[in-house]
């Protein structure tokens, strides 16, 4: 079956830095356009950030401007969330999500936790 | 940015029972750009239905969506024990995309 396998969340003060990674198989991750979503535990879901097919093209929420940076590298089958100037906000799960508008398939998320 | 609005908060049916899942949208949502994802306790979300109304591959037909404009609907006919779950909308029509905040379906 296609799957998606995030890595790299874990516990970091307010203000750190966390590099996720995202480890796509069993299809082709240049086809598709890749996003970030993240959900609270218990809460609702809110989309961080989309990359398209070869990279050119971002875009990501207001909220994480300027301190999130979503990547690729297609050789590698990996798709990466870079997530500077930590907040205690951002505490949640990370999920990596086949799509850019619509997302049909999802790994099982990474915990971030952003506490001092 | 469009807030989609999900009713009712939770919903207590019976297997065998049809469930109507409402979302609402501040404005017009574009070409019904809606989706609607499932999602189990320590799971991802289940993607069910694009575009308001085109079931995804695999989703059985007791799953139909509906609605253009502002208003649109999640059914299930015949509720079996799987369902209960949490339902939420997406939009994508327009940046950022933007999710309800959910309906739980719970066993009544």
């Known amino acids: 079956d296609e799957q998606l396998v995030e890595s790299g969340g874990g516990l970091v003060q307010p203000g750190g830095s966390l590099r996720l990674s995202c480890a796509a198989s069993?299809?082709?991750?240049?086809?598709?356009?890749m996003s970030w979503v993240r959900q609270v535990p218990g809460k609702g879901l809110e989309w961080v950030a989309h990359?398209?097919?070869?990279?050119?093209?971002?875009r990501c929420v207001d909220s994480v401007k300027g301190r999130f940076t979503i990547s690729r590298d297609n050789a590698k089958k990996s798709l990466f969330l870079q997530m500077n100037n930590l907040r205690v906000e951002d505490t949640a799960i990370y999920y990596c999500?086949?799509?850019?508008?619509?997302?049909?398939?999802w790994g099982q998320g990474t915990l971030v936790t952003v506490s001092s | 940015e469009i807030v989609l609005t999900q009713s009712p908060g939770t919903l207590s049916l019976s297997p065998g029972e049809r469930a109507t899942l409402s979302c609402r949208a501040s404005?017009?949502?574009?070409?019904?750009?809606i989706t609607w994802y499932q999602q189990k306790p320590g799971q991802a979300p289940r993607f069910l239905i694009h575009?308001?109304?085109i079931r995804a591959a695999g989703i059985p037909d007791r799953f139909s969506g509906s609605g253009s404009g502002t208003d649109f609907t999640l059914i299930i006919r015949r509720l079996e024990p799987e369902d209960f779950a949490v339902y939420f909308c997406?939009?994508?029509?327009?940046?950022?995309?933007?999710f309800g905040h959910g309906t739980r379906l719970e066993i009544k």
């Open positions: 999500a086949r799509g850019g508008y619509r997302f049909d398939l």
């Open positions: 069993r299809f082709v991750l240049s086809d598709y356009w």
């Open positions: 990359v398209n097919q070869d990279g050119s093209e971002t």
């Open positions: 404005r017009n949502v574009d070409n019904n750009r």
């Open positions: 575009d308001a109304y």
């Open positions: 997406q939009q994508y029509a327009t940046l950022p995309i933007t």
